[in-house]
């Protein structure tokens, strides 16, 4: 069965790290453009970040550009994303996705792994 789990997150103060874990069974993660996405309460889903398949190319949303790096180790089939400076804003539940069409937000993603809470909070 393939699946994605995402581990790491939890409760730290503003300012504080976190590294966000999405691992990848049943499939190679490599081949596929493997995005970030997260969702706050009452708020929509929001793409944080993606890394292109093909490339390697990142990309980030402009609310953490400068904070967040995401990277991929193809020999653990995981990828990190690896968020500094947080702020309270960026408490949300977030989700990996693995896609064949591309790192678009919008872009049709294959799977999607059920989540991990960060809270940012004094």
Same mark, same amino acid.
């Given at each position: 069965?393939?699946?994605?789990? =995402? !581990?790491?997150?939890?409760? @730290?103060? +503003?300012?504080? *790290? %976190? #590294? %966000? *874990?999405?691992?990848?069974?049943?499939?190679?993660?490599?081949?596929? $453009?493997?995005?970030?996405? #997260?969702?706050?309460?009452?708020?929509? #889903? =929001? /793409?944080? !970040?993606?890394?292109?398949? *093909?490339?390697?190319? &990142?990309?980030?949303?402009?609310? @953490?550009?400068? #904070?967040?790096?995401? !990277?991929?180790? $193809?020999?653990? $089939? &995981?990828?990190?994303?690896?968020?500094?400076?947080?702020? +309270? =804003?960026?408490?949300?539940?977030?989700?990996?996705?693995? *896609?064949?069409?591309?790192? /678009?937000?919008?872009?049709?993603?294959?799977?999607?792994?059920?989540? &991990?809470? @960060? &809270? @940012? !909070?004094?």
């Amino acid at each position: 069965q393939s699946q994605l789990v =995402e !581990s790491g997150g939890g409760l @730290v103060q +503003p300012g504080g *790290s %976190l #590294r %966000l *874990s999405c691992a990848a069974s049943g499939f190679t993660l490599e081949n596929y $453009n493997i995005g970030w996405f #997260r969702q706050a309460p009452g708020k929509e #889903r =929001e /793409g944080v !970040s993606c890394i292109s398949s *093909s490339d390697g190319r &990142t990309y980030f949303a402009n609310s @953490v550009k400068g #904070r967040f790096t995401i !990277s991929r180790d $193809n020999v653990k $089939n &995981t990828v990190f994303l690896q968020m500094n400076s947080l702020k +309270p =804003e960026d408490s949300a539940i977030y989700y990996c996705a693995a *896609s064949h069409y591309g790192c /678009g937000w919008s872009d049709p993603y294959d799977y999607y792994g059920q989540g &991990t809470q @960060v &809270t @940012v !909070s004094s």
